[in-house]
Nanobody, 123 residues
Framework: QVQLVESGGGLVQAGDSLRLSCAAS????????MGWFRQAPGNEREFVAAISWSFGTTGYANSVQGRFTVSRDNAKNTVYLQMNSLKPEDTAVYYC????????????????WGQGTQVTVSS
């Protein structure tokens, strides 16, 4: 099992930036890629971004493309989500997740999840 701990959430104004971090521990050798998801009240959990540990292959949801950047530090077993030009509609609880697949985008392909960190963007 991989344990994941997110940090970096908070309350910001529209147009501001935040950087989320996700530190992985435990059986990290079983993790081949990581994903960021978010869930707003009343909504389903949605894909935000993903990255592979080996090659750094990345992917983004259309809603965040060009504003968010996912990166990883293999030495620290940590994944980051740099969020720029934040909008009120980005308000949600953000989760990181670990997958045994080389690249994944759907929640069902992720086996470990963090506890989530709240991001609130005021207008």
């Amino acid at each position: 099992q991989v344990q994941l701990v997110e940090s970096g959430g908070g309350l910001v104004q529209a147009g501001d930036s935040l950087r989320l971090s996700c530190a992985a521990s435990g059986r990290t050798f079983s993790s081949r890629s990581m994903g960021w998801f978010r869930q707003a009240p009343g909504n389903e959990r949605e894909f935000v971004a993903a990255i592979s540990w080996s090659f750094g292959t990345t992917g983004y949801a259309n809603s965040v493309q060009g504003r968010f950047t996912v990166s990883r530090d293999n030495a620290k077993n940590t994944v980051y989500l740099q969020m720029n030009s934040l909008k009120p509609e980005d308000t949600a609880v953000y989760y990181c997740a670990s997958s045994q697949l080389a690249y994944a985008r759907v929640p069902e392909n992720f086996s470990s999840w963090g506890q989530g960190t709240q991001v609130t963007v005021s207008s």
